[in-house]
C-alpha cells in the first residue's frame, strides 16, 4: 500500500466580490450559490479520482475558495457524509476557511455539526482603514464577531489569516492588527506580507505600498511578538501554539499526496510509475459542465527535486533526507551539489539526515532556491 500521507483539497470558486490583490481561482457570484449543483459536481469528481485511494489514511480535508462559507451548512454536511463513505475521516483534520463579510452565527452552528473541526478566517486586518485598501467586505468589528461566533459554535481549532505591509500602513499600525489576533488567542496564526501577484488588479494599478526595509522591520518586530505570546513559527508565515499545526499545509510542505477536486483544484498522487499533477478546469462553467474531466502530467525528476525543496524548505524544521527519498523516489545525491553549495552561503545547516534552512536560509527562500 501506498505509504505517502494522503490529504483532500477540495476549491469553492466564488466569492462575494474579487479582491484585488487575490491570485486565486475565484470569481463574483452575482446571484445565487448553485449549491446543490456544486456539490453534486464535487461528488462526480470525487468518485472519477479515488479509485484505488480508499486505503489509504486521510490525514486532513480542506475546503478553499473563493469563499467556501457562501454555502450552506446543509450542503457541506452532504459534501463530508458521502465522501466519508469511501474515505475514513474520523481522525482528519477538516478545515473550512470563512469569509467574516459572510458571518451568521448559524452557518457556524451548522459547519460544526456537519464534522468540519477547524475554521480558517480571512481577517487580514482589523483596520477598516486597512481592510477598505485592500478591497474587503467586512470591518475590523465584524472579524472579531466572526471569531467569537467560531468559538460559540465550539471551534477549538481556529486560525486567524493577517497580511502586513498594506498600502499606507505603519509598523504601529500593522503591529496593533497582530496584538489584536494574540489577544483574542487563536490557536493558529498566518502572518504574511502582503506580495502583487500578476493576473490581479493591484498588479494594473499597484499601490503604494511599505518598502522593503519597512516591511522587514515589522516582520521582525512581528515575529517577536508572537514568540513571546507562546507561538512556535513553524514554517515561513505559519505560528502554531503547541500542537495545532495545520495539518493539511504540513501535508503539503512536507510533499505528501493530495487529491484536489473542485473548479481549478489542483492535486499531487504517488504512483508506481512516478509522481503525477492533475488539474480541473478553472471556469465555473466549464467544471459543472464536465466535473470528471482531468489532466494528469507526470512530474520529471528535474522538477521533483525543485517542487520537494520548494515546500520542504518553508519548513523551519526543513526535512529529513530519508523523507527526500520516500516521497520522490530519487536517491538522496541528487541534493549534494545544492547543499553543499547552499551550506558555504549560510543558507542550510546539516545535522545527520537533517537538512534544514538556517535563519537567513528562511528569511532568503527564493535565493536559496536559486542555487539550484
Not at 545535522?351 to 527562500?365: I, N, R, S
Given at each position: 500500500m501506498?505509504?505517502?500521507?494522503?490529504?483532500?483539497?477540495i476549491?469553492?470558486?466564488?466569492?462575494?466580490?474579487?479582491?484585488?490583490?487575490?491570485d486565486?481561482?475565484?470569481?463574483?457570484?452575482g446571484?445565487?450559490?448553485?449549491?446543490?449543483?456544486y456539490?453534486?459536481?464535487?461528488?462526480?469528481?470525487?468518485?472519477?479520482?479515488?479509485?484505488?485511494?480508499?486505503?489509504?489514511?486521510?490525514?486532513?480535508?480542506?475546503?478553499?475558495?473563493?469563499?467556501?462559507?457562501?454555502?450552506p451548512?446543509?450542503?457541506?454536511?452532504?459534501?463530508?457524509?458521502?465522501?466519508?463513505?469511501?474515505?475514513?475521516?474520523?481522525?482528519?483534520?477538516?478545515?473550512?476557511?470563512?469569509?467574516?463579510?459572510?458571518?451568521?452565527?448559524?452557518?457556524?452552528?451548522?459547519?460544526?455539526e456537519?464534522?468540519?473541526?477547524?475554521?480558517?478566517i480571512?481577517?487580514?486586518?482589523?483596520?477598516?482603514?486597512?481592510?477598505?485598501?485592500?478591497?474587503?467586505i467586512?470591518?475590523?468589528?465584524?472579524?472579531?464577531?466572526?471569531?467569537?461566533?467560531?468559538?460559540?459554535?465550539?471551534?477549538?481549532?481556529?486560525?486567524?489569516?493577517?497580511?502586513?505591509?498594506?498600502?499606507?500602513?505603519?509598523?504601529?499600525?500593522?503591529?496593533?492588527?497582530?496584538?489584536?489576533?494574540?489577544?483574542?488567542?487563536?490557536?493558529?496564526?498566518?502572518?504574511?506580507?502582503l506580495?502583487?501577484?500578476?493576473?490581479?488588479?493591484?498588479?494594473?494599478?499597484p499601490?503604494?505600498?511599505?518598502?522593503?526595509?519597512?516591511a522587514?522591520?515589522?516582520?521582525?518586530?512581528?515575529?517577536?511578538?508572537?514568540?513571546?505570546?507562546?507561538?512556535?513559527?513553524?514554517?515561513?508565515?505559519?505560528?502554531?501554539?503547541?500542537?495545532?499545526?495545520?495539518?493539511?499545509?504540513?501535508?503539503?510542505?512536507?510533499?505528501?499526496?493530495?487529491?484536489?477536486?473542485?473548479?481549478?483544484?489542483?492535486?499531487?498522487?504517488?504512483?508506481?510509475?512516478?509522481?503525477?499533477?492533475?488539474?480541473?478546469?478553472r471556469?465555473?462553467?466549464?467544471?459543472?459542465?464536465?466535473?470528471?474531466?482531468?489532466?494528469?502530467?507526470?512530474?520529471?525528476?528535474?522538477?521533483?527535486?525543485?517542487?520537494?525543496?520548494?515546500?520542504?524548505?518553508?519548513?523551519?524544521?526543513?526535512?529529513?533526507?530519508q523523507?527526500?527519498?520516500?516521497?520522490?523516489?530519487?536517491?538522496?545525491?541528487?541534493?549534494?551539489?545544492?547543499?553543499?553549495?547552499?551550506?558555504?552561503?549560510?543558507?542550510?545547516?546539516?545535522?545527520?539526515?537533517?537538512?534544514?534552512?538556517?535563519?537567513?536560509?528562511?528569511?532568503?527562500?527564493?535565493?536559496?532556491?536559486?542555487?539550484?
Amino acid at each position: 500500500m501506498n505509504a505517502t500521507p494522503l490529504s483532500l483539497y477540495i476549491h469553492f470558486p466564488w466569492c462575494v466580490r474579487k479582491c484585488p490583490y487575490c491570485d486565486f481561482n475565484s470569481h463574483e457570484l452575482g446571484g445565487e450559490v448553485p449549491a446543490r449543483q456544486y456539490v453534486d459536481a464535487l461528488l462526480q469528481d470525487f468518485h472519477s479520482q479515488i479509485d484505488n485511494q480508499e486505503q489509504r489514511p486521510l490525514v486532513s480535508v480542506f475546503m478553499g475558495g473563493g469563499t467556501p462559507s457562501l454555502f450552506p451548512p446543509n450542503a457541506l454536511a452532504r459534501l463530508l457524509e458521502t465522501i466519508g463513505r469511501r474515505l475514513d475521516l474520523a481522525t482528519a483534520e477538516i478545515t473550512l476557511e470563512a469569509n467574516p463579510g459572510t458571518f451568521d452565527q448559524a452557518h457556524f452552528d451548522g459547519y460544526r455539526e456537519a464534522g468540519i473541526n477547524r475554521l480558517s478566517i480571512g481577517v487580514q486586518s482589523f483596520s477598516d482603514a486597512s481592510l477598505k485598501a485592500v478591497g474587503r467586505i467586512h470591518s475590523g468589528n465584524e472579524a472579531q464577531r466572526a471569531y467569537e461566533g467560531a468559538r460559540r459554535a465550539g471551534f477549538g481549532r481556529i486560525n486567524l489569516d493577517l497580511m502586513y505591509a498594506l498600502p499606507g500602513q505603519s509598523m504601529g499600525a500593522a503591529l496593533e492588527d497582530l496584538r489584536t489576533a494574540i489577544s483574542l488567542a487563536p490557536t493558529h496564526l498566518s502572518w504574511y506580507q502582503l506580495t502583487i501577484e500578476p493576473n490581479t488588479y493591484f498588479y494594473r494599478y499597484p499601490p503604494i505600498l511599505p518598502d522593503g526595509d519597512d516591511a522587514s522591520r515589522i516582520s521582525e518586530a512581528g515575529q517577536r511578538l508572537l514568540a513571546d505570546a507562546g507561538y512556535e513559527r513553524y514554517e515561513i508565515s505559519a505560528y502554531a501554539r503547541e500542537t495545532h499545526q495545520s495539518q493539511h499545509n504540513l501535508n503539503y510542505w512536507e510533499f505528501g499526496d493530495y487529491i484536489g477536486i473542485g473548479a481549478g483544484a489542483h492535486g499531487k498522487l504517488t504512483t508506481p510509475e512516478g509522481i503525477r499533477r492533475t488539474t480541473k478546469s478553472r471556469a465555473p462553467v466549464d467544471y459543472l459542465a464536465a466535473p470528471e474531466k482531468t489532466r494528469s502530467d507526470q512530474v520529471s525528476p528535474d522538477d521533483l527535486v525543485l517542487e520537494f525543496l520548494m515546500n520542504a524548505l518553508r519548513l523551519t524544521r526543513g526535512f529529513r533526507l530519508q523523507t527526500f527519498e520516500q516521497r520522490t523516489g530519487l536517491n538522496r545525491k541528487a541534493l549534494d551539489d545544492f547543499i553543499q553549495k547552499a551550506t558555504a552561503k549560510g543558507l542550510l545547516s546539516c545535522d545527520g539526515d537533517q537538512v534544514m534552512p538556517t535563519e537567513k536560509g528562511t528569511e532568503f527562500l527564493n535565493d536559496l532556491l536559486l542555487l539550484l
